[in-house]
């Protein structure tokens, strides 16, 4: 009966400490996919920037260009129809007032 009492114990031991470890798990710096929501929402604004930017641009088809923003930097992705194109977005891109960088996955088709 003693052994058993000992590890129910120690089994419940066990499990209060693995609910507190991830407590203190978030105390660290924050991982590089946590985001504020202040900049959630900055990045949300720039996303709709370069949008509008590149709706406004001509030469582009912005149907087929894809923008999403992490902590000011730009990922534009999908498919235009030359090199011009892919330069241009990026150029319209990073015209954008707090772009920070971007990452100009376009591809050619």
């Not at 066990?14 to 978030?26: D, E, K, Q, V």
């Amino acid at each position: 009966m003693t052994k058993l009492r000992l590890t129910m114990v120690a089994a419940a031991g066990l499990a209060l400490l693995g609910t507190a470890l991830p407590g203190c798990a978030t105390s660290g710096p924050p991982a590089k996919t946590h985001e504020s929501t202040g900049e959630f929402i900055d990045d949300s604004v720039i996303t709709t920037k370069v949008k509008s930017a590149i709706l406004g641009e001509d030469s582009l088809k912005s149907l087929q260009i894809g923008v999403e923003t992490y902590k000011g930097v730009v990922q534009l992705s999908g498919f235009v129809d030359s090199k011009q194109a892919v330069h241009r977005a990026g150029e319209v891109a990073s015209g954008v007032k707090g772009v920070k960088g971007v990452k100009n996955d376009l591809v050619v088709k």
